[in-house]
């Protein structure tokens, strides 16, 4: 029991180090009862992933208010060759898209500033395909979140199996960054406007809004549509432009971020 204090006294919030105190109390006394005692230790473990939870979401929360401010531009061509019988010859552009280097290029300098890493793991999945999982860790405190992604082998043009895991694999290592971050890429021919958010953009506002409590001002602030314009909070958040999802997401992670660090002060 005493080397497991020993493990448990490191720096900590005034919250933890209370629970600490008793804990050392409790084992210098010869009378304690060891079943009382291993439940405050485990009151002291709860505390101390809330606050690694509470100190993860505040530095994610720091790197998304800087991402809203940066414009990440689709700058890759995918080339198709031309279909047989047609009069063209050669290939044709059929989209661009932001490679995973280039998305890393912005993220990877906020990771390293907030003690945050993200790293990948994969493993085949049946009948083919594979699932890529993005672990996005705190190094100070440990917490972490997974997130997973599955697809088919892109065996597209004529690519050999090993070319169809290679190419998979970078396509979501690179839509789980974005998912994570709420990253949006834009063309370099929009200038980022790009309409407004789609169906699961809207579907996560939606559920961050609750989450938040946000009232109409948050739709005022994001510069959409009232509920009385629109019909319905669904149909408001819908107008909420493009080029503004990451801004949108943020503000209100941020501000869940802080309700829950000031109910966690009180409690």
Same mark, same amino acid.
């Given at each position: 029991?005493?080397?497991?204090?020993?493990? /448990? &006294?490191?720096?900590?919030?005034?919250?933890?180090?209370? %629970? =600490?105190?008793? @804990? $050392?109390?409790?084992?210098?006394?010869? !009378?304690?009862?060891?079943?009382?005692?291993?439940?405050?230790?485990?009151?002291?473990?709860?505390?101390?992933?809330?606050?690694?939870?509470?100190?993860?979401?505040?530095?994610?929360?720091?790197?998304?208010?800087? /991402? &809203?401010?940066?414009?990440?531009?689709?700058?890759?061509? %995918? =080339?198709?060759? @031309? $279909?047989?019988?047609?009069?063209?010859? !050669?290939?044709?552009?059929?989209?661009?898209?932001?490679?995973?280097?280039?998305?890393?290029?912005?993220?990877?300098?906020?990771?390293?500033?907030?003690?945050?890493?993200?790293?990948?793991?994969?493993?085949?999945?049946?009948?083919?395909?594979?699932?890529?999982?993005?672990?996005?860790?705190?190094?100070?405190?440990?917490?972490?979140?997974?997130?997973?992604?599955?697809?088919?082998?892109?065996?597209?043009?004529?690519?050999?199996?090993?070319?169809?895991?290679?190419?998979?694999?970078?396509?979501?290592?690179?839509?789980?960054?974005?998912?994570?971050?709420?990253?949006?890429?834009?063309?370099?021919?929009?200038?980022?406007?790009?309409?407004?958010?789609?169906?699961?953009?809207?579907?996560?506002?939606?559920?961050?809004?609750?989450?938040?409590?946000?009232?109409?001002?948050?739709?005022?602030?994001?510069?959409?549509?009232?509920?009385?314009?629109?019909?319905?909070?669904?149909?408001?958040?819908?107008?909420?432009?493009?080029?503004?999802?990451?801004?949108?997401?943020?503000?209100?992670?941020?501000?869940?971020?802080?309700?829950?660090?000031?109910?966690?002060?009180?409690?």
């Amino acid at each position: 029991m005493a080397e497991q204090i020993e493990q /448990l &006294a490191a720096p900590s919030s005034d919250g933890a180090t209370a %629970v =600490l105190v008793l @804990i $050392e109390r409790a084992a210098r006394d010869p !009378g304690a009862d060891a079943a009382k005692l291993e439940r405050i230790i485990a009151m002291y473990e709860q505390l101390k992933a809330k606050e690694a939870e509470l100190a993860f979401n505040e530095a994610k929360g720091r790197i998304l208010k800087k /991402l &809203a401010g940066i414009t990440i531009v689709k700058n890759r061509p %995918v =080339l198709y060759e @031309i $279909e047989k019988g047609k009069p063209q010859k !050669g290939v044709y552009e059929a989209f661009k898209y932001a490679p995973l280097e280039e998305i890393d290029k912005y993220l990877r300098p906020l990771l390293i500033e907030e003690d945050l890493d993200l790293s990948y793991s994969s493993e085949p999945r049946e009948h083919g395909g594979i699932l890529i999982r993005g672990r996005l860790k705190h190094l100070p405190g440990g917490h972490f979140e997974d997130s997973f992604m599955p697809a088919p082998l892109d065996i597209s043009g004529g690519k050999s199996t090993v070319q169809g895991v290679g190419s998979t694999n970078s396509y979501l290592r690179r839509y789980i960054a974005c998912n994570i971050f709420n990253i949006v890429v834009v063309g370099d021919d929009d200038d980022g406007n790009g309409g407004t958010i789609d169906e699961a953009q809207t579907a996560k506002i939606l559920d961050l809004i609750k989450k938040a409590k946000a009232g109409p001002k948050y739709l005022k602030y994001m510069k959409a549509q009232s509920i009385e314009e629109a019909g319905s909070l669904e149909a408001a958040v819908a107008t909420i432009a493009a080029r503004d999802y990451r801004k949108a997401v943020s503000t209100l992670e941020e501000q869940i971020a802080k309700a829950e660090a000031g109910h966690a002060s009180l409690s």
